[in-house]
């Protein structure tokens, strides 16, 4: 993986690519994402979000996404300070692939961790979360649903500021969608 790693440090395009192999080797392999969050590859990742390259945004958001399966990882995301440009990547203005990669990497790093959700509410995260389950693509809709749910998870507050920027008839409205069942119940 090292090789990969470092690939994640070179010119734009290399490093998007090398960013969607660490994504593809990732996905629900915990050794994988254990041995890239070990080689460094957290603040690069972090550092490709802030790319002008929509496919870079991407592949880093969707990578981070992926190896939030140890708590080390998700400290590595938060000391990499990556989760105000993952809220800021879920502004509607962005690409849907984008944003949608951005909400799945919050669902993560929100999950069963109260001060990880704290620091993405505090960046403003709920209404940009809830605007995506109103107008986002069907995969932003769903990540943002959950993302919401793990947010809200026992803080009325956080409840509430979604209500209140009308996440419920938006909830509501995905589970008459073949997708987001779950995550809408749990919002």
């Given at each position: 993986f090292r090789p990969l790693v470092e690939m994640l440090s070179a010119d734009v395009n290399v490093a998007q690519e090398a960013a969607y192999a660490v994504w593809n080797l990732t996905v629900s392999?915990?050794?994988?994402?254990?041995?890239?969050v070990r080689l460094g590859a957290v603040p690069k990742l972090a550092e490709l979000l802030k790319?002008?390259?929509?496919?870079?945004?991407?592949?880093?958001?969707?990578?981070l996404m992926h190896v939030t399966m140890?708590?080390?990882?998700?400290?590595?995301?938060?000391?990499?300070?990556?989760?105000?440009?993952?809220?800021?990547?879920?502004?509607?203005?962005c690409e849907p692939e984008v944003?949608?990669?951005?909400?799945?990497?919050?669902?993560?790093?929100?999950?069963?961790?109260?001060?990880?959700?704290?620091?993405?509410?505090?960046?403003?995260?709920?209404?940009?979360?809830?605007?995506?389950v109103k107008d986002g693509p069907d995969l932003a809709r769903e990540y943002s649903a959950g993302a919401l749910m793990n947010l809200a998870r026992g803080e009325t507050d956080v409840a509430e500021k979604a209500a209140k920027h009308g996440a419920i008839p938006a909830l509501?409205?995905?589970?008459?969608?073949?997708?987001?069942?779950?995550?809408?119940?749990?919002a």
């Open positions: 392999h915990g050794a994988n994402s254990t041995e890239v790319s002008p390259s929509d496919v870079a945004q991407e592949n880093a958001a969707g990578a140890s708590e080390e990882a998700r400290a590595a995301i938060v000391k990499a300070n990556a989760i105000p440009r993952l809220c800021e990547l879920l502004h509607l203005s944003s949608s990669q951005a909400a799945g990497a919050l669902l993560n790093l929100a999950s069963d961790c109260q001060e990880y959700a704290n620091l993405i509410v505090k960046q403003g995260a709920v209404s940009m979360l809830v605007d995506l509501a409205a995905l589970l008459s969608k073949p997708f987001g069942h779950s995550e809408s119940l749990g």
